[in-house]
């Protein structure tokens, strides 16, 4: 196992530096280990990770999931070593790597007909969003009690609510403006009734339905088959975009994502870090007529 270059200082201390410096101590309040206040990772391996203060732990957080691989998978790695030899960071045209990409993503994916790279899961969600209101003309987006799509205002409620929370918006943060908040509408996940119900009353004004298939943030709830048919047609009837967030479902359940699995082929599908085993990469695909949209 490779170890990073903390020579002697030990975890409490490079801990209480980073608590200096950046806020918590950690990248993202997500990373915090409650009664683990001086976590100092200094080396990574398959399943495993070691501790600036020596120890060695089973990695079953893996990064909520990503490292589909394992940590420094020997191919991926060498693949990304050859990739930074080679090519600095490109502000024109395309790169062959970008090709075969997109050509597999479109291959595996059924409902990737052309595809864009991100560099996280939560601008693929963000754009998937705007391209539907672009596409539309409309304003209203619905997301799913317990589905988490990202950082960003419109889908930044309604994740892991208290019960009391349930059933009215619950933003995740404070500082986002309201009227982004009422333009999304929060219903509860497997209730096809609650969907046929908004398209009756909000139809015409909806630009997107977005899902996670699976809301595994909130530990993996199976979606009845009759509540995505439903998405699918209601969407179909009242003219707005399905929206699949396969960050976390897309090459688990199957390469395919669970698009693959149900047989239901939304418009866009989002994806993340797991296309890369963990490394910053996401991407929005789906028809044709959409994501060139991107172009115009
Ligand atoms: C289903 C889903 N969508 C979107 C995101 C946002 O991805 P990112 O953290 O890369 O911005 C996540 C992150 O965990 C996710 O689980």
Same mark, same amino acid.
């Given at each position: 196992m490779s170890s990073g270059p903390v020579g002697n200082e030990s975890g409490a201390r490079l801990a209480e530096r980073a608590r200096q410096v950046v806020p918590g101590g950690v990248n993202s309040g997500q990373r915090s280990v409650p009664g683990l206040?001086?976590?100092?990772?200094t080396g990574t391996d398959g399943a495993r990770f070691r501790t600036a203060d020596g120890r060695e732990y089973?990695?079953?957080?893996?990064?909520?999931? &990503?490292?589909l691989l394992g940590h420094n998978d020997p191919d991926v790695a060498a693949a990304t070593a050859e990739a930074g030899a080679t090519l600095g960071h490109m502000g024109v045209g395309v790169t062959e790597g970008e090709v075969l990409l997109a050509e597999q993503l479109t291959e595996l994916i059924p409902s990737i007909e052309k595809v864009l790279l991100t560099s996280t899961g939560s601008e693929a969600t963000f754009h998937a969003l705007r391209v539907s209101r672009a596409a539309t003309g409309r304003r209203l987006v619905v997301k799913f009690q317990g589905c988490y799509h990202g950082w960003h205002d419109s889908v930044s409620l309604n994740v892991i609510s208290a019960p009391e929370k349930v059933g009215g918006h619950d933003p995740i943060s404070t500082g986002i403006l309201p009227e982004v908040l009422e333009a999304t509408l929060v219903l509860p996940f497997n209730d096809s009734e609650a969907v046929r119900r908004a398209f009756a009353e909000h139809g015409s004004d909806i630009a997107a339905v977005i899902v996670e &298939?699976?809301?595994?943030?909130?530990?993996a709830l199976l979606p009845y088959q009759e509540f995505l048919t439903t998405l699918r047609e209601e969407t179909t009837k009242a003219g707005s975009v399905l929206i699949f967030d396969?960050?976390?479902?897309g090459f688990r359940h199957a390469l395919g994502g669970w698009q693959q699995i149900s047989g239901v082929t939304p418009d866009l599908t989002t994806l993340g870090k797991a296309i890369a085993n963990g490394a910053p990469v996401g991407a929005i695909g789906g028809r044709a007529e959409l994501m060139d949209l991107f172009s115009t």
């Open positions: 206040t001086d976590l100092v990772v089973t990695d079953f957080h893996s990064a909520f999931g &990503p490292p &298939p699976v809301p595994h943030n909130v530990g396969e960050v976390i479902t």
